[in-house]
Structure formats: C-alpha cells, structure tokens
Nanobody, 121 residues
Framework: QVQLVESGGGLVQPGGSLRLSCAAS????????????MGWYRQAPGKQRELVAAITGGGSPNYADSVKGRFTISRDNAKNTVYLQMNGLKPEDTAVYYCNRVRADGTIGSWGQGTQVTVSS
C-alpha cells in the first residue's frame, strides 16, 4: 500500500491562499506513481467527502465547479508529490483535505489523516 501524507493546511482569512502538498511514500517507484490519477478530496463537518480536483499521470487536470478558477492541482512525479494551490479561499472551503488515488471504479484503499483548512475572519 502506498502511504500518502498531506500537509500545508491552516487558518486563513477569506480571500487568502494556501498550498497543500501530498507526498507519497518513497516505497513506490516513481515510474509507477506517474501513471496514477491523483486527486484532492475534502470533507466538511456533516457533509460527504467530495472530490474537488484530480490530475492524470500526464498532468491533465479536472476540477469541481465549486473550485474551478480558484484552485490549481499539479504534480511532480519525480518527487512522488501532488500539490493543490488554493487561491481566493472562501469560508465554504473549510474542510479537512485529503489526497488519494482516483480509480475509475471509485474505490479507495485507505485514507490518511488529511490536513485541516479553515477559512475564517
């Protein structure tokens, strides 16, 4: 199993920015990691976990409508790392953010601890 560690969350004011990082364990060979579709998910209290951004191994991104134009997902396959640049943050972006593989069948192997993002004045 590949272990994923999220970091970069914190408390920011509305309109602020954060950059999240998701580092995969070095036990995975980069050539294998590079073919995985990776995504950022978030879960707010009392709500379902949702996929907000995804990126193919080749770097093609997709975004949920709620974050399109504000968030940018990227990856560095050589470092086994995925990033989420979040600009123009809104209070409704407050959630725990997780990264994981995105499988066509929607299954998830396991979740890490995530990183808390709180947007508040």
């Amino acid at each position: 199993q590949v272990q994923l560690v999220e970091s970069g969350g914190g408390l920011v004011q509305p309109g602020g920015s954060l950059r999240l990082s998701c580092a995969a364990s070095r036990s995975i060979v980069s050539s294998i990691f590079s073919i995985y579709v990776m995504g950022w998910y978030r879960q707010a209290p009392g709500k379902q976990r949702e996929l907000v951004a995804a990126i193919t191994g080749g770097g093609s991104p997709n975004y949920a409508d709620s974050v399109k134009g504000r968030f940018t997902i990227s990856r560095d396959n050589a470092k086994n790392t995925v990033y989420l640049q979040m600009n123009g943050l809104k209070p409704e972006d407050t959630a725990v953010y997780y990264c994981n593989r995105v499988r066509a069948d929607g299954t998830i192997g396991s979740w890490g601890q995530g990183t808390q993002v709180t947007v508040s004045s």
